[in-house]
């Protein structure tokens, strides 16, 4: 089934004020940033206030779209034409963007509560709850845009979100540095979905989605590859995949609740939606572009997989395996229809369960003066009971343990990826395998064996305001797994948005690939238990193999990147330098000495005379009547 | 026997409003006791602005008068009316501006540096004459743009300049440049005059008379042998209008009076002035020159090409900021002369003209709210003027320099910000012409608009790049009329960055009727 | 033809008195031409039937205006002379240039025109002159005319921020004025008296005129140090009052 045509929203309902999302927390953003001081005694309540409020009204154009009858699903809400001629501001609600709205309102409402405990002790606990509301807008404006350009403002929104956010604490270096290598990375996929956007104008003379899709098919083969890759390359940069992953790590340095929302939930998950909006258009099945999309989807999540099972910072671990799990969605998303509705199932319940582990790790170093490193955890489950058992749920939904969430929706994926190709599924199978062993490693040294800490550190429960979102989201990432993949929930849901396969998937819970899968899971899990629940696990970390290196250095991601990137950069800067000395001197620093220069002969005119000023008016006036009447008597 | 005039009061109210507030303003001056004239001009000036504003809005609401008031000498039209409101909008934020007495001198006649100047200052004198010269200028301001002969033209151009020569010498500080700044203002301001008022007798040997209708109509009858005067008139006419708008090469006056000017009178005048001034130039060569377009396009097309050139090249070596941002003002006049060469059929026209309203409306409110903060940052002198002084703002007082960083994007045209949309409408309507000549100057403007990025990002990389000095300047806590202006400004540049749709609406409704023919 | 001749003849003085105003050193002598131009074009106005405009010219330009520039020269010395010595290179050769360009393309333009015939004066003034005018004023134009007003006010009101001085202090009376003379006499010795004015022999009484003593001394007290230097420095000095100047910065 094609998707359904966006249709313009004519009739009044929670639809027509769905620019409220976007706008309650832009102007909560607005009043805490202006406001300053003044607002800091109420300023977090603010904060959560729009975020729930932004939740209300997603509930409720959600509740308005699924009375509508399928074909009347995407209805776009034009609210002003912005660049005229180019580009309206103007929403598309469709089951696609309002699911992106309900996780992103819902998650981000939970962790807007869990901040006002995490951040209570932050002098600037006001400016971190402003710039939360800031990104939530900014990744409402992303997802309901119904054009590029405004996908674009949002894009570069939550952008400049997460580089605020990482650099919360600019006082620390290493935040300081992360922020701006996030800025520098994401500014290489930006610039792809930039160019990408002139393309798609130059080509289809028009940004808005309406026009693009149904006019994409008459465009070149070419055209449409090159689209493609370009806006994979933005999605790469946003979503961290494979060559544009490294920032991901670093951006562990900001406050965790940023790492659970933007770097683990939701921003990090735009790059799919951008695959998957696109997705009809611009990724077909069985293009070159889909292709390239899946190899992405297949090397970052054994990449970032690989990376989990090295790392001894309990959140750089989680990093990893977001990267992984992003993977997993990218990979589903490359192939097509049959894929979609498994990427964004995965994506939602990712979204819970990664938010429970990173939220719940948040609570772990809450308890423990902000430790991160789980050589110096241990023994933790007595301590922090209800940290554990959420932080529990999250880890059996994520190895996908039979009938949690994870279960369905990974399992989903592998079964749809089969199909496609076969080497690309099983790889997908061993990359399961290993999460079930770096997650294992994860739980065992942080919740089991004997304490290794300090004895300064006091170990103790977070309060109600945190434990709170742990538990709901520990609720939803048992659950919706089942909800959403069981009878094809998702598909049918998503089918006007996105298309669905003419044929809708069963579910097979005991097919080969599921029963291996499984038993890798199990597996991974056991030599886990073995290494690290069995024996002592050294407060230092050990040498370590070539391979544990070669994990824990990010696979030479940053090596990589210096080595190639970054010393031929600074080469032909500096060939470029000498080159511009010698003969490119006379265009390039010429042109500018020359306005500058021109500008130095030019000011000499400005006496300060008055009578000099005169005469140039003078002249001025004799040269203009000269030439009106050279002009007017030809 | 002489018929009555018939006065269209309602059509005219807003101006009549101004005149009389100020002459009220004067009464003042003369009656009130000294220590009530401020607490009385304040109120009655913003006031005044209000009303008339108010008034505008409602003659919008009742429909536009399609004929000319007063017997045909003021116009009241559609872009007369939206010109009004932006300039009373922009008069309003700039009285405010004009509120902080710190920025006058407290003794015109002291000599400065003398004992009784030091004598004045301790005494509280203050000039609240400023009030009701401000609000005459203002009146002319109003009046300039909607004339509808060359006559009554005139004479606005001289009720809109004379009180402003008179502000120009006023400031407190720098004293000396400030008088200076008067005298060439007034110098030049009465010799462009002179060309204006030469140029109007030669128009009238041509059509015999001095009516813009008159002089459309006799310019569609064509023939007649006085041809030559039309040429030579008409040039004399333009020196006398590109000079009140900062148009090469008659901008040699810009940079010099509004460095010396009190920093809240050239606001005024670059926001206020610019936009009566470009109203009037509309008048004159759309109205009366309309059907001659093919001979003034070609001259007017060197003259917005060396405008922009000039004040971009120029700006760059500038070191003091108001300078800099007169020569930026320039440019911004050459950008915005494209806008009035787009003319063609009259939907053509309605879309120049939306675009040019909108670009004033743009420019005149990110101006103001640029000069507000130039007020703001302070040596122990007066004003910290020269650029090195404001190294490492961003690092002392990162929210001024912040905004003042998003003021210099929007003169930028920068995206997001109302200064894209401003360039993007002018320069939107010239292409759409279609003319191969026209199209090229709109390539020039946007290289010259890359050039003049240039310097507004090197004032941004100045103040957040560079480190501050040990004795930088302090800046000062903005008054409760300064904060108003400096946050109008910004939240208007944002919003119409952003969701410029309202007020584009508004310029084309108000463009689609045109100037009364 | 009277109007010709009349023309032609007021032609050559006016345009002579104008060039005369112009290359003038002297302040006195511009007034006076700038007088001349004036009459002669009230007078060109009263021939070609505009006696309402003739009048104005003489009663505004040549009685009010005129007056204002002589009484500034007097309180600036009549024998005060402008440097005019350019400075600035190029300044006069471009302003020939601009100025003949700018004659040629007028000359240009005004004689290429051919006129249509003239309505007439007769016929314009059918009502009367005056009451013409006052019908053009006072209906077309009122608008302009009322308007005028603001220049006027503001003009007005300029003179006074520039010139007037605000009292910031009781005014002194008579007796406090003359009791601080006296002691100042007591003091410093300064002399009680006013200063000389400039006395029966001088031949002028601007205020760079020294005073005479019976004997045709220059009286010190007369000399007003300020403008004495500065006429040293441009040369213009009268040699008494050099003398003084001198034995004074001795």
């Known amino acids: ?634 | 026997m002489i018929t009555a005039p018939t006065i269209e009061y309602f059509a005219l109210a807003p101006l009549l409003i101004i005149f009389g507030a100020a002459i009220i303003g004067v009464l003042v001056e003369a009656f009130a006791p000294r220590y009530l004239r401020r607490a009385v001009h304040v109120p009655l000036t913003l006031l005044s602005l209000v009303g008339a504003f108010a008034l505008v809005i409602l003659q919008t609401v009742r429909g536009v008068p399609t004929t000319p008031a007063a017997m045909g000498s003021v116009a009241v039209d559609g872009p007369t009316l939206f010109i009004w409101g932006t300039i009373l909008v922009l008069s309003f934020v700039s009285v405010l501006l004009i509120n902080d007495e710190e920025q006058f001198v407290p003794s015109a006649a002291a000599v400065p540096g003398s004992a009784e100047e030091e004598k004045a200052i301790t005494e509280g004198a203050a000039h609240t004459e400023v009030y009701p010269l401000a609000l005459f200028a203002i009146g002319g301001m109003l009046l300039f743009p909607a004339s509808n002969d060359l006559l009554i033209m005139f004479v606005a151009l001289e009720v809109m300049s004379l009180p402003l020569y008179l502000l120009c010498g006023l400031a407190r500080r720098r004293r000396l440049l400030s008088q200076e700044a008067s005298v060439k203002y007034f110098l030049l301001g009465a010799f462009s005059s002179a060309f204006f008022l030469y140029g109007t007798a030669l128009l009238y040997g041509f059509a015999g008379t001095v009516d813009l209708l008159g002089i459309r109509e006799r310019l569609a009858v064509g023939g007649g042998g006085t041809e030559t005067l039309l040429l030579v008139g008409t040039a004399m006419l333009g020196v006398g209008l590109l000079f009140k708008i900062g148009a090469a090469p008659f901008q040699a006056w810009k940079p010099d009076v509004y460095q010396g000017a009190p920093t809240p009178i050239t606001a005024l005048m670059a926001s206020g002035t610019l936009v009566a001034a470009f109203g009037a130039v509309l008048r004159v060569f759309w109205v009366a020159l309309g059907n001659d377009s093919w001979n003034w396009e070609p001259i007017m097309w060197g003259v917005a090409a060396l405008t922009m050139v000039a004040g971009s090249i120029l700006a760059i070596t500038q070191t003091d900021i108001k300078r800099m941002l007169a020569y930026s003002s320039i440019a911004h006049a050459g950008f915005l002369l494209v806008g009035v060469m787009a003319v063609g059929e009259r939907g053509q026209n309605a879309l120049a003209l939306s675009g040019l309203l909108f670009y004033l409306v743009t420019y005149g409110i990110t101006t103001v709210g640029a000069f507000a903060i130039v007020t703001l940052v302070r040596d122990p002198g007066g004003e910290a003027w020269h650029l090195s002084r404001w190294a490492g703002l961003g690092k002392r007082s990162p929210k001024l320099a912040g905004l003042f960083a998003f003021f210099l994007l929007a003169f930028a045209g920068i995206p997001l910000t109302s200064g894209f949309f401003g360039k993007y409408a002018v320069f939107r309507s010239a292409v759409a012409l279609g003319e191969a000549w026209l199209t090229g100057l709109v390539v020039l403007a946007v290289v010259a608009s890359a050039a003049a990025a240039f310097f507004y990002v090197r004032v941004i990389v100045l103040m957040f790049f560079s480190d501050p000095s040990a004795d930088g300047p302090t800046v000062v806590t903005p008054s409760w009329a300064t904060s108003t202006v400096v946050g109008f400004s910004a939240f208007a540049t944002v919003a119409l960055g952003v969701f410029p749709q309202p007020v584009l609406d508004l310029a084309e409704k108000a463009a689609k009727s045109l100037f009364v023919q | 033809m009277g109007e010709t001749i009349t023309f032609w003849v007021l032609a050559v003085v006016s345009v002579s008195a104008a060039l005369g105003l112009v290359f003038s050193r002297k302040a006195v002598y511009c007034a006076l031409m700038l007088g001349v131009v004036m009459l002669s074009l009230a007078v060109l106005y009263a021939v070609q039937d505009a006696p309402f405009l003739a009048a104005v010219q003489i009663i505004v330009y040549t009685g009010a205006v005129m007056m204002l520039f002589l009484f500034v020269l007097m309180l600036v010395g009549v024998d005060s002379s402008d440097s005019l010595v350019e400075t600035i290179r190029g300044q006069r050769f471009w302003a020939v240039v601009a100025g003949l360009a700018f004659a040629a393309l007028v000359a240009l333009g005004v004689g290429n025109v051919v006129f249509a015939p003239a309505a007439g004066l007769g016929a314009v003034n059918a009502a009367g002159n005056v009451p013409s005018l006052a019908e053009l004023i006072f209906t077309r134009y009122v608008f302009a005319f009322e308007v005028t007003s603001a220049l006027l006010i503001t003009a007005a009101l300029g003179a006074m921020v520039l010139a007037h001085r605000e009292r910031l202090e009781q005014k002194a009376t008579q007796r406090e004025l003359s009791r601080e003379r006296f002691v100042k006499y007591g003091e410093e010795g300064l002399d009680p008296s006013p200063l000389p004015g400039p006395g029966t022999y001088a031949r002028a009484n601007a205020i760079d005129m020294p005073a005479l003593l019976p004997d045709g001394k220059i009286s010190k007290l007369s000399v007003n140090r300020y403008i004495a230097r500065y006429e040293a420095e441009e040369g213009t000095i009268d040699p008494k009052v050099a003398e003084i100047l001198e034995g004074e910065d001795k």
């Not at chain 1, 000499?604 to 030439?627: D, E, M, W």
Request: net charge positive.
């Open chain 1, 1 to 634: 089934m094609e998707p359904a045509e966006i249709l313009s929203h004519t009739g009044g309902g929670a639809i027509s004020l769905a620019w409220l999302m976007i706008v309650l927390p832009l102007a909560g953003a607005a009043i805490l940033l202006i406001g300053g001081r003044a607002t800091n005694k109420w300023g977090h309540l603010l904060g959560v206030l729009m975020s729930v409020g932004a939740f209300v009204v997603a509930a409720l154009v959600f509740l308005q779209l699924i009375g509508l009858d399928p074909a009347q699903r995407r209805q776009s809400v034009n609210l002003y034409e912005f660049i005229p001629g180019v580009a309206n501001i103007g929403l598309l609600i469709d089951p696609l963007s309002i699911s992106f709205c309900l996780l992103i309102t819902f998650v981000g409402s939970l962790i807007h509560i869990y901040s006002i405990g995490y951040m209570s002790h932050d002098p600037d606990r006001r400016r971190f709850f402003a710039y939360l509301n800031l990104f939530v807008a900014a990744m409402l404006l992303l997802v309901l845009a119904d054009n590029y350009v405004a996908l674009f403002i949002g894009w570069e929104g939550v952008g400049l979100a997460s580089y605020l956010l990482i650099g919360f604490w600019q006082y620390k270096p290493s935040a300081a540095v992360a922020a701006k290598k996030a800025f520098v990375v994401n500014r290489v996929g930006d610039f792809g979905l930039l160019i990408a956007m002139f393309i798609i104008f130059a080509q289809f003379g028009t940004l808005q989605y309406a026009e693009v899709f149904p006019a994409a098919s008459q465009a070149s083969q070419g055209v449409l590859t090159a689209i493609g890759l370009l806006l994979l390359l933005g999605a790469c940069g946003k979503s961290a995949q494979l060559p544009l992953q490294s920032w991901l790590l670093d951006a562990m340095e900001g406050p965790t609740p940023v790492s659970a929302l933007i770097h683990a939930a939701t921003m990090v998950t735009a790059g799919v939606y951008l695959v998957v909006r696109s997705g009809a258009a611009f990724f077909p099945e069985g293009s070159t572009a889909g292709l390239v999309v899946t190899i992405v989807g297949v090397a970052t999540l054994l990449a970032g997989a690989i990376i989990g099972t090295a790392k001894d910072d309990i959140k750089k671990g989680l990093a990893g395996s977001t990267m992984s799990q992003i993977g997993y969605m990218m990979l589903a998303a490359g192939i097509g229809p049959a894929g979609y509705a498994f990427a964004i199932a995965h994506l939602i319940t990712h979204g819970f369960f990664k938010a429970d582990l990173f939220l719940g790790a948040g609570s772990v170093m809450h308890a423990m003066n902000d430790e991160v490193d789980m050589r110096r955890y241990g023994g933790l489950r007595k301590l922090l009971p209800i940290t554990f058992v959420t932080f529990f749920i999250g880890y059996l939904a994520i190895i996908g343990f039979p009938l949690l969430s994870g279960y369905f929706t990974k399992d989903g994926i592998i079964e749809s990826v089969m199909h496609h190709n076969a080497i690309l599924g099983w790889l997908a199978v061993l990359g399961a395998g290993i999460t079930g062993f770096y997650m294992t490693r994860m739980v065992v040294m942080t919740f089991f064996g004997p304490k290794r800490w300090d004895e300064k550190a006091h170990p103790h429960e977070s309060p109600a305001v945190m434990t709170w979102p742990l538990i709901i989201l520990s609720i939803f990432s048992v659950g919706l797994g089942a909800y959403l993949i069981l009878s094809n929930r998702l598909l049918v849901f998503l089918g006007p948005a996105v298309g669905q396969p003419a044929e809708l998937p069963g579910f097979h819970p005991f097919s080969v690939p599921g029963l291996t899968t499984l038993a890798l899971v199990a597996v991974g899990a056991g030599i886990a238990i073995a290494k690290y629940g069995r024996s002592e696990v050294p407060v230092v970390q050990p040498r370590g193999s070539f391979l544990t290196v070669f994990a824990r250095r990010d696979l030479y991601g940053d090596a990589l990147n210096e080595a190639l990137f970054m010393r031929p950069g600074q080469w032909l800067t500096r060939l470029a330098v000498f080159f511009d000395n010698r003969g490119i001197d006379g265009v390039v620093n010429g042109l500018a000495a020359g306005v500058g220069g021109s500008s130095g002969r030019l000011r000499k005119i400005q006496t300060g005379y008055v009578r000099s000023y005169a005469l140039s008016i003078f002249v001025g006036a004799a040269v203009l009547a000269g030439a009106w009447f050279v002009v007017g008597t030809l």
